[in-house]
């Protein structure tokens, strides 16, 4: 009851001056705000209400456990929200952060809700990259339950030429594809 009245107190607040006022109020505590089960929900709504700039400390405290804040079940919604609302430049970093860690990554029941999100709401270089690295790993990918419904999403999302790219890797080893196709573990 207490994350609905503060999310509702975010909605009524009159101006967004009133609103970052609010939300400042989870400084120092967005990490733990990102992993919680009820306070994920405020979170999400902070980012949601508030201009892209003033939800800057919220891209400053999750920086640095980028990769620990994807792979929770609450956390990586917060990530997916700033992925839709923040500005190019503004989570660059935590994105590189996290693609440095992609493998993990994209094994992740949690953590590849996130890439997911990436591929279709990322800013354009750190969408580039991750492209890059799923039709790399494509076939790899597949033999695993995670990574190939990050597989299934560079195929849905981006352009025909980007899609058409992980295809084609996909297809260089007809084999491998049949038997990741053949599993009970494979996209």
Known sequence: VGCRRVQAALEDAGDAEARAALAFELRDHVYDASRCPHANYVLQRCIAVLEPDAVQFVVDELTPRAL???????????????????????IEGVLAAMLDDFEELSRHVYGRFVLQHMLSHG??????RL??????AAIDLCTHPQG???????????GPD???RVALRLLEEPQRLAAAASSARGA
């Open 162 to 164: 980007e899609r058409r």
């Open 68 to 90: 620990a804040v994807a792979k929770n079940k609450f956390g990586c919604r917060a990530v997916q929200r700033l992925l839709e609302r923040c500005k190019p430049g503004q």
């Open 131 to 136: 492209r890059a690295l799923v039709e790399a």
């Open 123 to 128: 800013p354009e270089a750190p969408r580039r």
């Open 148 to 158: 190939g419904v990050v597989v299934v999403a560079a195929l849905s999302a981006g």
